[in-house]
């Protein structure tokens, strides 16, 4: 079956600390990868993004990920979190021969002043 | 550009009441998407569009309808709404489907009683 997988659900941690979000999925091949932010009460926006090359792919407000294909894995990371990056992360995946995207169940980021 | 525009957002239901989700993007993007997101399970998909006059069932499309009569509108109905589909509904555009991100709209809080 088709699975996307974040390990965390929910992850509170005091400002500046640094984050790492886990995110594995399930499919073979080609794959797109997505980081989502939803803050609270808003909708989804996009984070980062790989489609192909470099696997350390940079985003916006100083996030980063890195796509390990033996690992299936594409972990969310900054190295200081702010107060206002409390929020909802979403990983998700879509396949090159598939016309749908799947989402994670998502990770809740507490971040405390 | 509006963007995504979700209407409304919010509404109650009665159990077996009748309800359409309108949907319309101003970005010519060909792919359109409806997902559910309920507490501590991401984002499912229910329906998605890779074109007008073409519709296919994500992960859970049991309950709902959709249509796309034109590239504009991606509307989603409920025929008899039932207490499981209390939720908020999130509808999303894409470009293409490979190498482009989603853009999401601001949602719809749906409460089934």
């Known amino acids: 079956a088709q699975s996307v997988s974040q390990h965390n659900h929910h992850v509170i941690l005091s400002e500046a600390a640094s984050l790492e979000l886990g995110c594995n999925y399930s499919y073979g091949g080609t794959v797109n990868l997505f980081w989502y932010v939803q803050y609270p009460g808003q909708h989804l926006q996009l984070l980062l993004k790989?489609?192909?090359?470099?696997?350390l792919v940079k985003g916006i407000k100083g996030f980063e990920a890195e796509f390990i294909k033996s690992k299936f894995s594409f972990n969310l990371r900054k190295p200081s979190v702010q107060w206002s990056d409390t929020a909802e992360y979403f990983c998700?995946?879509?396949?090159?021969?598939?016309?749908?995207?799947?989402f994670g169940a998502g990770t809740r980021l507490t971040v405390k002043p | 550009n509006a963007g995504v525009t979700q209407t409304p957002k919010f509404r109650i239901l009665k159990i077996g009441q009748s309800m359409t989700l309108q949907c319309t993007q101003d970005m010519n993007h060909n792919y359109m998407y409806w997902y559910r997101q309920d507490p501590g399970m991401g984002l499912k998909l229910i329906y998605y569009?890779?074109?007008?006059?073409?519709?296919d069932k994500g992960e859970v499309p049991n309950g709902y309808n959709v249509s796309r009569s034109t590239t504009e509108d991606f509307p989603l109905r409920l025929e008899l709404a039932a207490p499981s589909q209390t939720s908020v509904y999130f509808c999303?555009?894409?470009?293409?489907?490979?190498?482009?991100?989603?853009?999401f709209g601001q949602g719809t809080r749906l409460t089934v009683v």
């Open positions: 999303a555009s894409s470009h293409g489907f490979r190498l482009t991100e989603a853009f």
């Open positions: 998700a995946v879509n396949r090159y021969n598939n016309n749908d995207m799947r």
């Open positions: 569009s890779v074109g007008a006059g073409i519709t």
């Open positions: 790989y489609f192909s090359g470099d696997p």
